[in-house]
């Protein structure tokens, strides 16, 4: 069974770096556009970052842009999210995904991971 485990999140103090990881297992994703979502508690999850299956061409949010980069390595079916200059409102659950669409849509993603905390202290 298809499965994305993410890692890596944990607490840090504002201006910190972190970096999440996601592996995948069950089938290969190397054919499919990655995403990093995140939610915060009380809003609506929201796309951070997404990478092409290429890995040729990426999308971030603005809230994120300059601060987190994403990366993936299709050899090792893993993509990664490196944060930097973390903020206090980056602060969430933050997800990755795998779906066919190159999209910034929740809904337009097949495969999810639980999941993984991170939280930015001021």
């Known amino acids: 069974q298809a499965q994305l485990v993410e890692s890596g999140g944990g607490l840090v103090q504002a201006g910190a770096s972190l970096r999440l990881s996601c592996a995948a297992s069950g089938r290969t994703f190397g054919s499919y556009n990655m995403g990093w979502f995140r939610q915060a508690p009380g809003k609506e999850r929201e796309c951070v970052a997404i990478?092409?299956?290429?890995?040729?061409?990426?999308w971030y949010a603005d809230s994120v842009k300059g601060r987190f980069t994403i990366s993936r390595d299709n050899a090792k079916n893993t993509v990664d999210l490196q944060m930097n200059s973390l903020k206090p409102e980056d602060t969430a659950v933050y997800y990755c995904?795998?779906?066919?669409?190159?999209?910034?849509?929740?809904?337009?993603?097949?495969?999810w991971g639980q999941g993984t905390q991170v939280t930015v202290s001021s």
């Open positions: 990478i092409r299956w290429t890995g040729r061409t990426t």
């Open positions: 995904a795998a779906g066919i669409s190159f999209s910034s849509k929740y809904r337009d993603y097949n495969y």
